[in-house]
C-alpha cells in the first residue's frame, strides 16, 4: 500500500502547513467536479483525503509513523483508524477551496457576460463616459420567471422533493443542481408560451459604463448583476477595454511618447515648434545644436496616474528630417556649408574617426 506521505507528495516530517497546502493543490486537482469525465478521479480523490485526514491529526499521525498501515485495515477497527465517513480537517480544507460548505447546495449566480468595448485613446488617457447596449437574459415578463404559464401550478419535484438539488451516494461529491427540475425544485406542468418554459427573455439594454482616467488596454470593468439571470441571482457584466492605437502618441507608463520631426535649420539653431499632446497643441523650445534622438520632456503632459496620484510627462524625441530632394541652388549652398563647416563643427564624427583608427 502507498505511504501516506508519498500520496501527498511531502516529507516525513512535513509541517502541518506544508501537509494542507500539499493536500489544497492535489484536492484542486483530482476532485471529482473539476473531472466529469474521468471516472477515476474520485478514487483518486478519495486516497488524499484519507491521507490527509490522517497525518492532519497528531493522533493519528504519530500512530500512523509507529504502526504503519496495519493500523488501518479495518477501517473502523484500529486506533487512530480513517472513517471515510468522517472528513474531519478534510471538509474545512475543501470549504477554502471550493467556496461554501461542503456538500451544501452551491449558490447558483446567473452566467456572467462579457463585452468588448473600444475606446480612444485620449479618452483612455484622460477618462470618459461610454454608453454601451447589451443583449441580455431577464426574466420573461409573462411568466415573472417561473417558467409556468400565468394561472397555472407547479408541482414540487418527486426527484429531490422540491429541494433543488441531490446529493450524490459518492461521499468525496457535494450536491448537485436536481437534473428533473434544474434547480427549481418545482416541475412546470403548463409551460409559459413567451418563453416556452425557461423563464427568460432576451431584452437590449442601455448601460453607461464610467472608463476612469490612464486605464490601460485590456483592463476589465465589472458591473455587478448586470450579466444573465439565474435562480439565486444575475451574473455580472465584465467589460474589457480595448484603447485604439493614436497615430501620433504611444504609451509608456503614465508617460506619453512622441516623435516630432524638425528641420536641419531648426535643430541647428534652435527653433520654437508646436507639439501636439493631450490638451491641444503647445509652445515647445529646441536649443540650438539639438541632435537626432534627443528627448525633450513635457512635464504633466502625459496620462493621469490611476486613482488620480498626479500626472505623467509627455516624452517628445526630435527627428531631424534630411531632404530627399535638392534644387541646384540648395544643392550648391550646402556643400559651401559643408566646406565652411569642416570638422571641428562635426565632434561626435570625429570622435567615432578617432575610435575607428584604434580599432583598425
Known amino acids: 500500500m502507498e505511504d501516506y506521505y508519498d500520496r501527498l507528495g511531502v516529507s516525513r516530517d512535513a509541517t502541518p502547513d506544508e501537509l494542507k497546502k500539499a493536500y489544497r493543490s492535489l484536492a484542486r486537482q483530482h476532485h471529482p467536479d473539476r ?12 486516497l488524499i483525503s484519507e491521507a490527509y485526514s490522517v497525518l492532519s491529526d497528531d ?4 500512530h500512523y509513523d509507529r504502526v504503519g498501515h496495519q493500523a488501518y485495515s479495518d477501517p473502523r477497527g484500529g486506533p487512530g483508524g480513517f472513517d471515510p465517513n468522517d472528513f474531519g480537517n478534510v471538509s474545512d480544507i475543501l470549504e477554502g477551496i471550493f467556496g461554501g460548505a461542503f456538500g451544501r447546495r452551491r449558490r447558483r449566480r446567473g452566467q456572467d457576460l462579457t463585452y468588448g468595448l473600444e475606446v480612444d485613446f485620449i479618452d483612455a488617457a484622460k477618462g ?12 420573461c415578463e409573462t411568466c415573472v420567471g417561473s417558467g409556468a404559464k400565468p394561472g397555472t401550478e407547479l408541482k414540487e419535484c418527486n426527484t429531490c422533493r422540491g429541494q433543488g438539488y441531490i446529493r450524490p451516494q459518492m461521499i468525496f461529491m457535494g450536491a448537485r443542481p436536481c437534473p428533473g427540475c434544474g434547480g427549481r425544485g418545482k416541475r412546470i406542468l403548463t409551460p409559459c408560451e413567451s418563453c416556452e418554459g425557461t423563464g427568460a427573455t432576451t431584452r437590449v439594454e442601455q448601460l453607461t459604463v464610467k472608463i476612469p482616467p490612464g486605464v490601460r488596454h485590456g483592463a476589465v470593468r465589472s458591473v455587478r448583476g448586470a450579466g444573465a439571470r439565474g435562480p439565486d441571482g444575475n451574473g455580472d457584466l465584465h467589460i474589457q477595454v480595448q484603447v485604439l492605437e493614436h497615430p501620433l502618441f504611444t504609451r509608456d507608463g503614465p508617460d506619453i511618447l512622441c516623435e516630432v520631426p524638425v528641420s536641419f535649420p531648426q535643430a541647428a539653431l534652435g527653433a520654437t515648434i508646436e507639439v501636439p499632446t493631450l490638451d491641444g ?5 529646441v536649443p540650438a545644436g539639438t541632435q537626432p534622438g534627443k528627448v525633450l520632456r513635457l512635464r504633466g503632459k502625459g496620462i493621469a496616474a490611476y486613482g488620480g496620484a498626479g500626472k505623467g510627462d509627455q516624452l517628445v524625441m526630435i527627428m531631424v528630417e534630411v531632404p530627399d530632394r535638392l534644387t541646384r541652388k540648395q544643392r550648391k549652398l550646402v556643400e559651401e556649408l559643408a566646406v565652411e563647416m569642416g570638422a571641428d563643427s562635426l565632434p561626435q564624427q570625429a570622435n567615432f574617426l578617432d575610435k575607428l583608427k584604434k580599432l583598425f
Open 35 to 46: 473531472n466529469p469525465d474521468d471516472p477515476e478521479a474520485e478514487e483518486r480523490f478519495k
Open 128 to 139: 470618459v463616459d461610454k454608453a454601451i447596449e447589451i443583449e441580455r437574459p431577464v426574466d
Open 281 to 285: 497643441r503647445v509652445s515647445m523650445k
Open 59 to 62: 493522533d493519528k499521525r504519530r
